[in-house]
């Protein structure tokens, strides 16, 4: 599988963005999906992630909890992260990424496969 990630950029306090994950492959829908975030000068931290369960459950990170939403396109092979009301602190370059398997997944080790980032930078 392989991963696009796309749609960072500069954005003021309490605006949005939408990230888009494009994957290639077959069987995408076969794969978790998860975005991840990696601040400056900090450690990659798990954002959201989404099952292939039925119905899809997601689980989502304390911080961005009520604001940021993950979701799948199977038609487009697309997960998408819409981000609102962001914040300074949610600047970051953005990973999306795939886990063999149709639960979530929160530990970076449980992904294989890794798109590049995309800069997202809220200023105040």
């Known amino acids: 599988v392989q991963l696009q990630a796309s749609g960072g950029g500069l954005v003021q306090a309490g605006g949005s963005l939408r990230l888009s994950c494009a994957a290639s492959g077959r069987t995408f829908e076969t794969y978790a999906m998860g975005w991840f975030r990696q601040p400056p000068g900090r450690e990659r931290e798990l954002v959201a992630t989404i099952s292939r369960n039925s119905g899809g459950s997601t689980y989502y990170a304390d911080p961005v909890k009520g604001r940021f939403t993950i979701s799948s396109d199977n038609a487009k092979n697309t997960v998408y992260l819409q981000m609102d009301s962001l914040k300074p602190e949610d600047t970051a370059v953005y990973f999306c990424?795939?886990?063999?398997?149709?639960?979530?997944?929160?530990?970076?080790?449980?992904?294989?496969?890794w798109g590049q980032g995309t800069q997202v930078t809220v200023s105040s």
């Open positions: 990424a795939a886990a063999s398997g149709t639960s979530w997944y929160c530990r970076i080790a449980e992904y294989d496969y």
